[in-house]
């Protein structure tokens, strides 16, 4: 790797290495040497930028958490449009890329890399955690719009979203599942707090 390279392409190498090493071999072969020679770079190289290894993982993931920022503007700039179980099913299919659902893994699997992201989410699987709160708040504005009932709990039908949607597309050696799947899971959850249509 040449000299002088910008420190953001150098990250976004590694991270790119990382995640093809994970999504191609699984967490367990996740190691420095296997990044960087996925990288095709020296082993210092991700020393010389990251503390150790977990360091740059705990990187690799609040990365990956920092890019839900455009999906929670698109989805709360669908509030209102469409219908609620369409936009839902919608956005479960873009959290849970092969990636997404393989960094999820990682962090279960790696208790060092758990303990790091500990210090940004104390509770719950970071990823998973904050894609909850970004259905919480996109349910929270559709019952505001009056298209949810007034007592529907968004804080308890968001986790149970994420972890249905967790749990269906989780297997990443078979193929995600059918758009069908996933509306069928979505509208048991939803329709029944969805505000009945005005009679005509």
């Known amino acids: 790797m040449p000299t002088g390279t910008a420190i953001r392409d150098v990250r976004e190498q590694l991270f790119a290495a990382a995640e093809r090493v994970l999504l191609r071999d699984g967490p367990s072969a996740l190691t ?14 991700l020393h010389r930028h990251f ?17 839900l920022d455009g999906q929670a503007a698109a989805l709360h700039a669908s509030a ?3 219908t609620v179980a369409g936009n839902l099913t919608v956005v479960l299919a873009d959290l849970f890329t ?19 992201l ?5 509770t719950g ?17 559709e019952r ?11 804080g308890a039908l968001a986790p149970a979203l994420v972890g249905a949607g967790h749990l269906l597309y989780a297997d990443r050696t078979s193929a995600p599942p059918e758009p069908e799947a996933v509306q069928k899971v979505v509208a048991t959850v939803i329709n029944p707090v969805l505000q009945p249509p005005a009679p005509r």
Do not use: H, N, W
């Not at 420095?32 to 190289?45: F, H, I, N, P």
């Not at 092969?98 to 790091?116: E, H, P, Q």
């Not at 500990?118 to 104390?122: A, G, K, N, V």
């Open 144 to 154: 505001d719009l009056g298209r949810i009932v007034p007592d529907a709990d968004t």
């Open 118 to 122: 500990r210090e940004d989410t104390p």
């Open 32 to 45: 420095s040497r296997a990044v960087t020679t996925e990288a095709g770079c020296a082993k210092g190289v």
């Open 125 to 141: 699987v970071p990823l998973l955690t904050d894609a909850t709160a970004m259905i919480a708040s996109y349910l929270a504005s």
């Open 51 to 67: 503390t150790d290894f977990d360091a740059f993982l705990a990187e690799l993931v609040r990365d990956r958490i920092g890019r």
């Open 98 to 116: 092969s990636v997404a659902v393989a960094i999820v893994g990682l962090i279960i699997y790696r208790d060092g890399l758990r303990a790091r």
């Open 80 to 82: 209102g449009t469409g």
